[in-house]
């Protein structure tokens, strides 16, 4: 059940989570018991349908506890607790917030975006990064939304949950998880092991790394003639292990982890050099743009690149001596990275049943 809830009065119209409200926000609500009458549109459930009358909500207090509940002919039957935010809640913010601050950057918490949202914290950094903590159960249309509102508003917003758990959602947006730990009070720096974080490794397309070639085929569940495995190399999103929130903290606004598509079209936070080999091996982009229908290939990367240095007109002319599309993988190479890791992994077998 989801606690997330609108709240509209005046200029300020906010997705807020009642099971996880602030001081300030947990007063406010508290004193809109015996103010809203139906059709006032102060409250609106998001279980509900927004444009349907069902989705308002008054504040009732029961034996000490406030409650968020639906007037009477909501389609929705649940009511909805009002409680400030857990001491766990607040932990893992602290968290972030010491992390980011020991790594130079200012940071806020509870910081609008103005397009609705309020980030759990916000580090100001070269790119921006917003956090959301997640603790409670939430409808995955809701954080896409969230998600594309954030980052409509300049924030690249990156979920955290406190657990290895892996809602659905969880990579359909930027997301991160961390070992079990006791949040009661704050862990010491570098406690928090990052789960989420990935490696693109080129990775031989056989059965042993993939039930069906990546890159056609079957997606994200739906129905469709899935492509037999094509013995070509693919980049592999694999664990990267060894690093902790700490350093994601100090990585996500300086730019060295970005967010992505892969070949499934599944999100994740990887470093732009294993951006860059994703491009060079599959010719796409991997761009994340939140708010956009997923595509299957995205928008194909350029083949080519001209050299602005007059300098170097020879070396912007070379192209792979396999292939004939990208240019060498690295200086003096006559290989493309992609063709010089096919050739790298192929076995004798492959070499003598040709003869």
Known sequence: MSTLVRYIHGQDDRLIDLAHLNSQDFELIKSLRGEIRRHDRVLLCQQAPVDDEGAEMFVRLTRGRYWAVHFRGSS?????????ES?????????????AEDAGYQVT??????RGTILDVAIDGPYRTGIEVQRSAIDPTLVKSRTTKSFGAGWLPVWFLDSDRTPPWFTQVPALGCNKLAWTSLPPPRAATA???????????TLSAWDYCPTGGRHRGKRSRPRRVCGQMHPNPEPWNGLTVDDVAERLPAGELVAMRDLLGDVRLVSPADLELF????????????????????RPAPRTATCLNLEHPRVAARRCSKCGLRPPGRPGGIL?????LMLEGRTASDYYSQL
């Open 109 to 114: 918490q509870e910081r609008r975006t103005g």
């Open 195 to 205: 789960l989420g974080p990935r490696r693109m490794i080129p990775t031989r397309c």
């Open 87 to 99: 001491v766990e809640h607040r932990r893992q913010k602290d968290y972030w917030q010491r992390a």
């Open 76 to 84: 929705c039957t649940n009511d909805h607790e009002i409680a400030e």
């Open 336 to 340: 493309c990275s992609a063709c010089r």
């Open 279 to 298: 491009q060079e091996m599959t010719e796409q982009t991997g761009e994340y743009q939140p708010g956009r229908p997923t595509k299957r290939h995205g």
